[in-house]
């Protein structure tokens, strides 16, 4: 049986409304297993297994949440803590949605009290799951906030695949990002973009800089030893990077997963009065193809200033005047 950050002392449905308060402490904890098991997969697969590992030891062992603990069981502790809560609001929504109905031989039923209970719309449980999702959200983004402000006293993290991942890359923060194109600085959503950034630092930036220069602002950089000469260019590369990788995102992600303000700002931008109706398919692809645009204008932006840089100052360039046109030279009238 997989091993899980819940059920310490046979006890889950209590540490479950310990964390999630509005939850009702009868909710059978072997019904929500399954679904904690998988939502703690996915916060690991965000995190990396090792820091995971590192809390569920924590979590197994006789540390947790001892009577008079040390610092680092406490430091410990709250890193336990820090990963519940973005799994227990996740495994919740995946509950719900099938806990809404009940699953019997004859097939599935809706049980309610027709005096008392009623059954909500389903644009109230839409609101409600996107409201339970917000919330994960958030938490995951603390989660990877408290990794990073605690990173030098967390190797699993500091070593992680996902964070060497990270700094490899021209734009290694989510602040970086952030001022180019907003994302609602969600830490959460940079990490799952950085494979797409990387996808774009190879497949449209190096062809434009060059193996050579690629690889040498890249060595710069890790080493922290930019020139002024290199920061500007560092700048028109960096330009580029986060409208290319969101013209990706958009397409091959859902738009639950992109930052609610994100989308809130792309359909008030792009879907007109008369254009409501726009099934979500082809405003991704709109969207997509927009941002697409943005991307390459920068890229274009970016060859110039690499053509202009290696441009020979002595050199001497002819400028052909073209005659002015009126009536008398027979050219066109302008």
Known sequence: MTAILFNKNSDGSAELKSLVGWLYKSIEFDNVRMDIELAQEEVANLIGADVLNRALVHYSGVEYEAETPTPLMIFNDTLVHYIQLPVALLAYKSYSENADVSHEDSG???????????????????????????????????????????VEAIDEWKNSEVRTLMNSLFISSTSKFDAIFPIDKSLRFFLKILPFVKEVERKQIRPILGAELFTSLKEKKAAGTLLEADEDLLEYVNNAIPFLTMSIATKRLSLQVIPEGVVQSFVSERQTSQAKSVPVLELVNQISKSLQTDGSAEL?????????????????????????????????TV
């Open 108 to 150: 599935r039923k809706v049980k309610i009290d027709s005096d008392n209970e009623k059954l909500p719309w389903e644009w109230m449980l839409d609101r409600d799951n996107a409201a339970i999702l917000r919330k994960a959200y958030k938490t995951l983004d603390r989660l990877i906030s408290f990794l990073e402000n605690n």
């Open 300 to 332: 274009r932006s970016l060859s110039n200033y690499l053509v202009d840089l290696n441009k020979d100052p002595d050199e001497v360039i002819e400028i052909t005047v073209e005659p002015i046109n009126n009536s008398v030279n027979k050219h066109f």
